[in-house]
């Protein structure tokens, strides 16, 4: 209810507040206050447009003239326009022409322009403005007219309505403005009488110029102007007073008025302005003598002038000082009171002075910075040496220096000697951190100089990092050069047929220096090959080379070793039988040939001269190689009819025949005259003299050879390249002194982890990089090489003492890896043994893991175990109850892994015996992960001991008694034993105790403790929390009273 009572009263109190800024009283007023100022407005734009067209004296008049206004002004209605949230609706406007006409023309002094503006109506709305009279006078000719432009003021209706408190209230408004559209009006000038006019003027005799709007005076020529001029001063004098002008002098101030315009000029200049004082003024808080000295005491700046004249101070240029705002000038208006300015100045920004602390040499210490002191200038400074740089000594004085900033660096340098450091260690080791050289130690050198150690070259170790570089500190440093071993050369083993010629990529074995090769027949690569040549009808002849022996890393020699495998080419089964037949009942007309050979091994047929017969067919196949087929060459004749003509086609340096032969017959002692044919590839050579003659006799020939050489070869480049196209080496077969159709045969090389893929000429694949030579183009022969794929690396765990394995063998074989990719192997916990060692094919290497690089051989990893001999012998035992019994009874014997013995003491042991009580007790002994249980049986017996049981004060306590045998600590020697008790307390009841001595983790359990004083306890602590709640609860009630 108060709130709403709150509420009530606020409203009630800011309603009349609504009530007063909603008047709409204020409104009005506000709005008629605006009204005015529009009048203003305009009354100022009328005087603006007077001054732009006052004219010079003029003879004519207008009279009277009545001219009709045509132009309507009517009601507009507004729309409905809401301007912002919650603010007023406009709802109409009203435009009404008012009586306060705005007048302009060229030629017409409107000074002396009056206007009657006649309006019937009631102003509202609908008004139509029937005539305007105007007089005036003008310059323009008599009988003439122009036009006059009234642009007419008019005022407007606004009617709103609008929220207000208690609901909404239209309220009407007015506000005043300047029609857009002109009204032109003609006008006729007739003659009057003459007058003259005088020009006023007020001038500024410095400069010249008019200090304010000249008069322009009319009077019956003839009659002095004295008067009016005088007139015009006077009222404007108090004004150009106000201006700040004095009086100085007039021209032309007396006088008549005549035809035309005369001048008249009041001259004043400015009065005199205050005078300006400019001081400088040190800004500087604290100055020591040289700095106030600099400044000294500089005398301020008097500026004088004019009333209205803006003067410039400039600040002085002060040696060592700069003005606070960086500003050299400042201008200042004069007015009628003097001035105060003044230029502050600050100390300009001294150059730096440098502190360097450098060495004998005059280069900078390592690690200490130079000292830069900053400040103004003139400020002093007071630098001292540092005494204490590590490992530095002082060598210039250490007196303080004093002195100050100026504008030019400065420098202060002070000399320090370095102490020596301590020596660098270099070591040479191979990289199982072997020592392969002896050390070498550098010393003598100074603290914190830089120092360059190179690798040094030892035989058959080549080193990973030439050079070391570092710093001289006071701590001994060691640097390490690790070296690898040398790669060998590798062995190469070629394949070449009994002519000397390579029929297999040679093989290449891989290693470090002085490690081992072999190959022999144990050698499974080297015996795919000989595998595959035989499938390829090669038989294995000769080895030349040494098998087996060590990489060496010799630069004299390409090899470690050179093996050439000789083999033989088989012969072929298949043979050639060459027939020579008639072609017409194909019957044999000579004997047979049959031609054997190897396989691959190119055969050639030739036809025969049989007597009475002419060849008339020769086959295709009357060439060839031998292989598994046999195969037959028949050539074919006809009996003579007439003589003929053979035209054999020979090349002039092998004697074969080119081209099939031609057989040409005709008659006997009829003309021939052959022209040797165009043989593709071949040049003709030599025209034998029988190519022109004539047939013979039937049955006989004319042989006609012509000889051929071929043409001269295109080279043949040879590029070996890895799959991805990647060029290993290059060679080119230049042709020179080879002709089209020679044999070529490029070398199959070898490189290091590579494998040939494929051979290709001129894009097309093929067995083998041979060929013969083109005329026409240019030949290449492309060998692909591929990467090996990795060789498996097998990882064996091996007994020592048994030679024996202990474990599954692991395989190590990336399914992406290949020829050169690294691997890593660990070793493994196998139970019962102990690591010893692990070796790559005999190399061992220190750690728990294995290293390496896949090659195409497999390799073995070897870990090497020892049997683990830890062992622990207890026995079981029997204790009668109230007896002793120690840890150490059941213990036997022990042996740690190495099989080597250990004491009692080594043993850790876990259990508890009570030897008052029958049972049996499990006792565990363990080392290093080993455990054995021994089991303590106590058995009854009929012995006592009956001790008296006081209470905390000593006090004997009835019928309490300990009733059981104890055991303790032996003499010097700690043992795990324990003892349980029942201790009578007489009227506190009977509990159990269990104790054991504290140096074997002894615990003290009570099974049961005494009831007696429990709910004594528990009432206590209830009636403590009533209090607390009581007084709680009193607290709570006391500050309800006080609200």
Same mark, same amino acid.
């Given at each position: 209810?108060?709130k709403?009572?709150?509420?009530?009263?606020v409203m009630i109190l800011?309603f009349p507040?609504?009530?007063?800024?909603? %008047?709409p009283?204020?409104?009005?007023a506000?709005?008629?206050? %605006?009204?005015?100022q529009?009048?203003?407005?305009?009354?100022?734009?009328?005087i603006?447009?007077?001054k732009?067209?006052?004219?010079?004296?003029?003879?004519?008049?207008?009279?009277?003239?009545t001219?009709?206004?045509?132009?309507k002004f009517?009601?507009k209605?507004?729309?409905?326009?809401?301007?912002?949230?919650?603010g007023?609706?406009w709802?109409?406007e009203?435009?009404?022409i008012?009586?306060?006409?705005?007048y302009?023309?060229v030629g017409v002094?409107?000074?002396?322009?009056?206007?009657d503006?006649?309006?019937p109506g009631?102003g509202t709305?609908?008004?139509?403005?029937s005539a305007i009279?105007?007089?005036?006078?003008?310059?323009?000719?008599?009988?003439?007219s122009?036009?006059?432009?009234? %642009?007419?003021?008019?005022?407007?209706w606004?009617?709103?309505?609008?929220?207000v408190?208690w609901?909404?209230a239209?309220?009407?408004?007015?506000?005043?403005?300047?029609?857009?559209?002109?009204?032109?009006?003609?006008?006729?000038?007739?003659k009057?009488?003459?007058?003259g006019?005088?020009?006023?003027?007020?001038?500024?005799v410095d400069?010249?110029?008019?200090?304010?709007?000249e008069?322009v005076?009319?009077g019956?020529?003839?009659?002095?102007y004295?008067?009016?001029?005088?007139?015009?001063y006077?009222?404007?004098?108090?004004y150009?007073?106000?201006?700040?002008?004095?009086?100085v002098?007039e021209?032309?101030?007396t006088?008549?008025?005549r035809?035309?315009e005369?001048?008249?000029?009041?001259?004043f200049?400015?009065?005199?302005?205050?005078n300006?004082?400019?001081s400088?003024?040190?800004?500087?808080s604290t100055?020591?003598?040289?700095?106030?000295?600099?400044?000294?005491?500089?005398?301020?700046?008097?500026?004088?002038?004019k009333?209205?004249?803006?003067?410039t101070?400039?600040?002085?240029?002060m040696?060592?000082?700069?003005?606070l705002?960086g500003?050299?000038?400042?201008?200042?208006?004069l007015?009628?009171?003097?001035?105060?300015?003044?230029?502050?100045?600050r100390l300009?920004q001294?150059?730096?002075?440098?502190v360097?602390?450098?060495?004998?040499?005059?280069n900078p210490?390592p690690?200490?910075?130079?000292?830069?002191?900053?400040?103004?200038?003139g400020?002093?400074?007071?630098?001292?040496?540092?005494?204490?740089?590590?490992?530095?000594t002082?060598?210039d004085?250490?007196?303080?220096?004093?002195?100050?900033?100026?504008?030019?660096d400065?420098?202060i340098v002070?000399?320090?000697?370095?102490?020596?450091?301590?020596?660098?260690?270099v070591?040479?080791v191979d990289?199982?951190?072997?020592?392969?050289?002896?050390?070498?130690k550098?010393?003598?050198?100074k603290?914190?100089?830089r120092?360059?150690?190179?690798?040094?070259?030892?035989?058959?170790?080549r080193?990973?990092?030439?050079?070391?570089?570092g710093q001289?500190?006071?701590?001994?440093?060691?640097i390490?050069?690790?070296?690898?071993?040398?790669?060998?050369?590798?062995?190469?083993?070629?394949?070449?047929?009994?002519?000397?010629?390579?029929?297999?990529?040679?093989?290449?074995?891989?290693?470090?220096?002085?490690e081992?090769?072999?190959?022999?027949?144990?050698?499974?690569?080297?015996?795919?090959?000989?595998?595959?040549?035989?499938?390829?009808h090669?038989t294995?002849?000769?080895i030349?080379?040494?098998?087996s022996?060590?990489?060496?890393d010799?630069?004299?020699?390409?090899?470690?070793?050179?093996?050439?495998y000789?083999?033989?080419?088989?012969?072929?089964?298949?043979?050639?039988?060459v027939r020579f037949k008639?072609?017409n009942?194909?019957?044999?007309?000579?004997?047979?040939?049959?031609?054997?050979?190897?396989?691959?091994?190119?055969?050639?047929?030739m036809?025969k001269?049989?007597n009475?017969?002419?060849l008339?067919?020769?086959?295709d196949?009357?060439s060839?190689?031998?292989g598994?087929?046999s195969?037959?060459v028949?050539?074919l004749?006809?009996?003579d009819?007439?003589?003929?003509?053979?035209l054999?086609?020979?090349?002039k340096?092998?004697?074969?025949?080119?081209s099939?032969?031609?057989?040409?017959?005709?008659?006997v002692?009829?003309?021939?005259?052959?022209?040797?044919?165009n043989?593709?590839?071949?040049?003709?050579?030599?025209i034998?003299?029988?190519?022109k003659g004539?047939?013979?006799?039937p049955?006989?020939?004319?042989k006609v050879?012509y000889?051929?050489t071929?043409?001269?070869?295109?080279?043949?480049?040879?590029?070996?390249?890895d799959?991805?196209?990647?060029v290993?080496?290059?060679e080119?077969?230049d042709g020179v002194?080879?002709?089209?159709?020679?044999s070529?045969?490029? &070398?199959?090389?070898?490189?290091t982890?590579?494998?040939?893929?494929?051979i290709?000429?001129d894009?097309? %694949?093929v067995?083998e990089?041979?060929?013969?030579f083109d005329d026409?183009?240019?030949q290449?022969?492309?060998?692909?090489?591929?990467?090996?794929k990795?060789?498996p690396?097998?990882?064996?765990?091996?007994?020592d003492?048994?030679?024996k &394995?202990i474990?599954?063998?692991?395989?190590?074989?990336?399914?992406n890896?290949?020829?050169?990719?690294p691997?890593?192997?660990s070793?493994?916990?196998?139970?019962?043994?102990?690591?010893?060692?692990?070796?790559?094919?005999?190399?061992?290497?220190?750690?728990n893991?294995?290293?390496?690089k896949?090659?195409?051989?497999?390799q073995r990893i070897?870990?090497?175990?020892?049997k683990?001999?830890?062992?622990?012998?207890v026995?079981?035992?029997?204790?009668?109850?109230?007896?002793?019994?120690?840890?150490?009874?059941?213990?036997?014997?022990a042996?740690?892994?190495?099989?080597?013995?250990?004491?009692?003491?080594?043993?850790?042991v876990?259990?508890?015996?009570?030897?008052?009580?029958?049972?049996?007790?499990?006792?565990?002994?363990?080392?290093?992960?080993?455990?054995r249980?021994a089991?303590v049986?106590v058995k009854?017996?009929?012995?006592s001991i009956?001790?008296p049981t006081?209470?905390?004060?000593?006090?004997?306590?009835?019928d309490?008694?300990i009733?059981?045998?104890?055991?303790g600590k032996?003499e010097?020697?700690?043992?795990a034993?324990?003892?349980t008790s029942?201790?009578?307390?007489?009227?506190?009841?009977i509990?159990d105790?269990r104790?054991q001595p504290?140096?074997?983790?002894?615990k003290?359990?009570?099974?049961?403790?005494p009831?007696t004083?429990?709910t004594?306890?528990?009432?206590?602590?209830?009636?403590?929390?009533?209090?607390?709640?009581?007084?709680?609860?009193?607290?709570?009630?006391?500050?309800l009273?006080?609200?």
């Open positions: 209810m108060k709403f009572l709150k509420i009530g009263i800011i507040l609504f009530t007063f800024v909603l %008047r009283e204020q409104a009005y506000a709005m008629e206050q %605006r009204v005015e529009a009048k203003n407005e305009s009354k100022a734009k009328l603006e447009n007077v732009r067209i006052i004219q010079e004296n003029s003879e004519q008049r207008i009279r009277t003239v001219t009709p206004l045509t132009d009517s009601y209605g507004g729309e409905s326009t809401k301007y912002s949230e919650g007023p609706t709802k109409k009203a435009y009404v008012s009586m306060n006409p705005i302009s023309t002094d409107t000074s002396l322009l009056s206007i503006y006649k309006r009631n709305t609908n008004t139509s403005p009279s105007i007089t005036a006078k003008t310059n323009k000719k008599i009988d003439t122009f036009l006059l432009e009234v %642009r007419s003021v008019y005022t407007v606004h009617t709103f309505e609008r929220e408190f609901g909404s239209e309220q009407t408004l007015y506000s005043q403005d300047v029609l857009d559209k002109p009204i032109s009006i003609r006008v006729h000038v007739t009057d009488n003459e007058e006019a005088v020009k006023v003027s007020y001038v500024d400069t010249g110029k008019s200090i304010m709007v008069s005076l009319h019956k020529i003839g009659n002095p004295n008067q009016d001029v005088q007139k015009d006077i009222a404007k004098k108090e150009i007073k106000n201006q700040h002008y004095n009086y002098g021209k032309n101030t006088g008549t008025y035809d035309g005369a001048n008249a000029e009041y001259q200049e400015r009065e005199p302005g205050g300006a004082t400019v400088h003024v040190n800004a500087e100055l020591n003598e040289k700095q106030r000295e600099a400044f000294g005491s500089p005398t301020p700046d008097i500026l004088t002038g009333y209205g004249d803006t003067v101070a400039k600040a002085r240029n040696a060592h000082y700069e003005t705002d500003k050299e000038e400042m201008k200042i208006k007015d009628e009171k003097t001035q105060q300015q003044s230029f502050k100045y300009k001294a150059k730096p002075l440098t360097k602390y450098v060495d004998e040499d005059g210490i690690g200490v910075d130079n000292k830069i002191i900053t400040g103004k200038w400020d002093t400074y007071t630098v001292t040496p540092r005494e204490e740089i590590p490992f530095y002082l060598i004085s250490s007196e303080k220096k004093e002195g100050y900033l100026t504008d030019d400065q420098e002070y000399r320090y000697k370095v102490s020596e450091g301590a020596p660098v260690v070591h040479y990289e199982k951190g072997k020592t392969i050289h002896e050390d070498k550098l010393s003598g050198l603290y914190g100089s120092f360059k150690e190179k690798a040094i070259n030892i035989q058959h170790y080193q990973k990092k030439d050079e070391i570089n001289v500190t006071d701590k001994q440093q060691e390490t050069f690790v070296y690898e071993k040398n790669d060998g050369k590798p062995v190469i083993a070629r394949f070449k047929d009994d002519k000397g010629r390579l029929i297999h990529e040679s093989y290449l074995m891989y290693g470090k220096h002085d081992a090769f072999d190959g022999s027949e144990k050698n499974k690569a080297i015996q795919d090959i000989l595998t595959k040549l035989k499938s390829d090669f294995l002849q000769d030349q080379g040494n098998q022996g060590n990489f060496t010799d630069s004299d020699v390409q090899y470690s070793s050179e093996l050439t000789s083999l033989k080419k088989d012969d072929a089964p298949g043979q050639v039988k008639d072609k009942n194909q019957k044999d007309i000579a004997s047979e040939e049959i031609l054997t050979g190897k396989y691959d091994e190119r055969y050639s047929t036809p001269f049989i009475g017969y002419h008339v067919y020769i086959p196949n009357t060839g190689t031998f598994d087929k195969s037959e028949s050539y004749y006809e009996p009819i007439g003589g003929t003509v053979e054999h086609y020979i090349d340096d092998t004697k074969e025949e080119i099939p032969v031609d057989v040409k017959s005709g008659g002692g009829q003309a021939y005259d052959f022209k040797p044919k043989i593709n590839r071949y040049a003709l050579s030599d034998p003299d029988n190519a004539t047939y013979p006799d049955n006989q020939t004319i050879y000889s051929y071929k043409t001269k070869a295109k080279p043949v480049h040879v590029i070996y390249q799959k991805d196209g990647k290993l080496a290059k080119e077969l002194d080879k002709r089209w159709g020679d070529f045969e490029t &070398e199959l090389k070898s490189f982890g590579y494998e040939l893929k494929e290709t000429l894009g097309v %694949r067995s990089g041979i060929g013969v026409a183009k240019e290449t022969v492309i060998y692909s090489y591929d990467w090996k990795a060789a690396v097998y990882v064996q765990y091996m007994d003492d048994t030679q &394995e474990g599954l063998q692991d395989e190590i074989l990336d399914k890896a290949i020829f050169g990719d691997f890593e192997s070793m493994k916990d196998i139970p019962g043994y102990i690591f010893q060692s692990g070796d790559l094919d005999g190399q061992t290497q220190e750690g893991s294995i290293a390496g896949y090659t195409d051989q497999a070897t870990y090497h175990y020892k683990d001999k830890t062992n622990i012998v026995k079981d035992s029997i204790v009668y109850i109230g007896g002793n019994w120690t840890a150490s009874d059941n213990f036997e014997s042996s740690d892994k190495n099989g080597d013995p250990l004491e009692f003491q080594n043993m850790q876990s259990g508890l015996v009570n030897v008052n009580k029958e049972g049996t007790y499990p006792i565990e002994y363990a080392y290093e992960g080993v455990k249980t089991y049986t009854a017996n009929k012995e009956v001790a006081v209470d905390k004060n000593g006090k004997v306590l009835k309490a008694a009733k059981e045998k104890v055991t032996k010097n020697k700690n043992v034993t324990s003892y029942k201790i009578n307390m007489g009227v506190y009841g509990i105790m104790m504290k140096d074997n983790q002894a003290v359990q009570a099974a049961k403790l009831k004083g429990e004594t306890n528990q009432v206590a602590l209830l009636i403590g929390a009533l209090m607390v709640i009581a007084g709680l609860i009193a607290l709570y009630v006391r500050r009273g006080k609200l």
